[in-house]
Structures are given as structure tokens and as C-alpha cells.
């Protein structure tokens, strides 16, 4: 039975200019570059400028990203923006992208799940395209998680980065099968029983503060790697794809450790894997954008791939989709 699918018309990133490697961090905090490396794979990642908050840097992602589908802002009638550093309480850091865009039309919001936002974003606005009520979609991941960061927290301020991906989403009619392009399928979980492994610990319905991020690092890691599975096996389930059909495998770039592990586990060759995190660290909902940006444009994801994206943030929430490119 013939369906609408949302398929991937085009994707871009941004990073700020300023680049701080491990041994930059080294000056700053009681740490090594080999400490790091060797409990996170991260060697750099990119920090904001003052004048760069997160809708600057979800502009200029979309705007990159339009001109690789090429087409224009007249052309899309949704922007679903995934971030939980966003420039204001309110307005939606999504409509400051829309007027940033010169965008006068369609629908704009933000949606928070932290380092699964992005996932979160590509269900939602698949969820629009495929009821009809919208045509194309920009799907962003934006970032400035530098802002939220204890400077002096060593076991927090190396490992996140600033930066901003996204992708174009446009519906068209498929065939109602697995070898249809666009999201064939996503997985959504999340278990507000965990907040206090991984949270910020301000807002301004509590502290009327902004806070800072506070991490159980083996707490975080210990789930991550037994949770991500499942929603990775529903999706081959859903689908009827196996793993080893899976041409990229391109999870949540916040550690190599858990990205291996989980790989293993569901039995994807390391190949497979699209691994980003030693150049951007932990960018929460932009590293799957930023990510996918980076295999398409040095050529290993092509038209027709079926490209796995999967994450874990804060909550706990998880997801998973699966894209035929």
C-alpha cells in the first residue's frame, strides 16, 4: 500500500570558528589530552563566540543545509528545532531561525530531549509530513552547551561542544516498503526516573537560574550502552531489516567508548560506524546532524543507504530512526 514517506532532500552544518583542543583544557583544568582521549575518544571541539548563540548557529546550519537540497526558505513549511540551550525562556529559539531565514510563513517550535533531540525532531516532522498537513521540513540540532558548563567541573567541561546540523525533510509518495526512501521507522523512549544522573541544575521554574550541568558518568554510560540497543532492535524489527543490511550506523556522538560497545552489541561492523566525537565532543541534539553532515559530504552515505541514527540524553530519553537516504 503506497504511503507518504519523509525523505532527506538535504543537510548542512555549522561550528564556530574557535577550536579547543585537549591540551588547551590541559591550562585550564587538572586533566591531560591522553586522559581524555582515552576515556572519551574527544581530542576537540568547537566553542561559541559571544555573538554566536544557538539560533546563529542553527541559521547558519539551515541555511547550509538548504542549499544542498536546493531550494529556499519559500519552499519549507516547518522548522522543528531540537535544543535545550536555547537563546531565550521565550520566544522558541525555532521562530528566532524562521525570522533569521527571512521566513514569513509555516509553522516553527522547539522540542527538548536533550542529546536525543534530534531524533526526537526527524519523528515529529516525519509525523507533520506524513499526515499531509505540512510539504518540507527543516529538522535542526543546535547547541551552545558551553554556556551551561562548570569551568572548573573537570569531569564535565571536556566533553561538550557547541555547534549546529540540520536536514531538509520533504514528503513523497513511496511504495509502503522497506526499500522506499525517507524514515522508514523511529523508536521513542524516555524514563523520568533517572533525572538526576544527567540534568542541569537550574530553570526557571525551580532556581531562576540557568544552572549548571551535573553528570553521573558511569551511571550515564552503564544505561546508555544497555537501553540504545533496544530501540535500535525495534527498529530492525519494525522493518524487517537486519543489522547487517545496515549500510551506516550514525548514533549520538558524546563517547567512543559507548558508541564501540553499543555497535558490538547489536552486532554492526565498526565500519559501519560514522564516529565524529574526537573532532566535536559531546554537541547533545547537534552531533547527529553534524555527524551525518560530515559522511555525506566526504561521500560514504549515498542516495539509497539505509542509515541508522540512535541517541541518549538526559531524563533518560532514547530513540532511534532508520533512513533510507
Not at 538535504?10 to 591540551?23: A, I
Not at 514528503?171 to 521513542?188: I, N, P, Y
Not at 540504545?228 to 537486519?242: E, K, N, R, S
Request: aromatic letters at 6%; glycine letters at 10%; proline letters at 2%.
Amino acid at each position: 500500500m503506497k504511503r507518504i514517506r519523509s525523505i532527506v532532500r538535504g543537510v548542512g552544518s555549522y561550528l564556530p570558528k574557535r577550536r579547543v583542543t585537549n591540551y588547551d583544557l590541559e591550562k585550564l583544568v587538572e586533566t591531560s589530552h591522553d586522559w581524555i582521549v582515552q576515556r572519551t575518544g574527544i581530542e576537540a571541539r568547537h566553542i561559541a563566540a559571544d555573538d554566536e548563540t544557538t539560533s546563529v548557529l542553527g541559521i547558519r546550519a539551515a541555511e547550509a543545509a538548504l542549499a544542498d537540497a536546493g531550494l529556499t526558505v519559500a519552499d519549507i513549511d516547518l522548522i522543528v528545532c531540537a535544543t535545550s540551550t536555547p537563546d531565550y525562556t521565550f520566544p522558541s529559539t525555532a521562530t528566532l531561525i524562521q525570522a533569521g531565514l527571512g521566513m514569513h510563513h509555516g509553522a516553527a517550535f522547539d522540542l527538548q530531549a536533550v542529546c536525543t533531540g534530534f531524533v526526537y525532531a526527524v519523528a515529529t516532522a516525519d509525523k507533520f509530513l506524513m499526515s499531509g498537513s505540512h510539504k518540507r521540513a527543516l529538522v535542526i540540532g543546535a547547541e551552545t552547551f558551553s554556556r551551561i558548563l562548570d569551568w572548573q567541573d573537570r569531569t564535565t567541561c571536556v566533553l561538550f561542544g557547541d555547534g549546529a546540523g540540520a536536514i531538509v525533510l520533504e514528503a513523497q509518495e513511496g511504495e509502503g516498503t522497506s526499500a522506499d526512501r525517507g524514515v522508514l521507522t523511529s523508536q521513542l523512549r524516555s524514563d523520568g526516573r533517572y533525572r538526576d544522573k544527567l540534568y542541569v541544575n537550574g530553570g526557571p521554574g525551580s532556581t531562576k537560574t540557568t544552572g549548571v550541568l551535573k553528570m553521573e558518568g558511569r551511571e550515564v554510560f552503564r544505561f546508555a550502552v544497555g537501553s540504545v540497543t533496544d530501540v535500535v532492535q525495534d527498529a530492525f524489527d519494525a522493518t524487517g531489516i537486519t543489522a547487517e543490511e545496515l549500510d551506516w550506523f550514525v548514533p549520538h556522538q558524546a563517547n567512543r567508548r559507548i558508541i564501540t560497545a553499543s555497535a558490538d552489541k547489536l552486532g554492526i561492523a565498526q565500519e559501519k560506524v560514522v564516529i565524529t566525537v574526537d573532532r566535536h565532543g559531546n554537541t547533545s541534539a547537534a552531533s547527529i546532524p553534524l555527524a551525518l553532515d560530515v559522511a555525506c559530504k566526504d561521500g560514504r552515505i549515498k542516495k539509497g543507504d539505509l542509515v541508522m541514527i540512535e541517541a541518549i540524553g538526559g531524563g533518560f530519553t532514547w530513540g532511534s530512526a532508520l533512513i533510507r537516504w
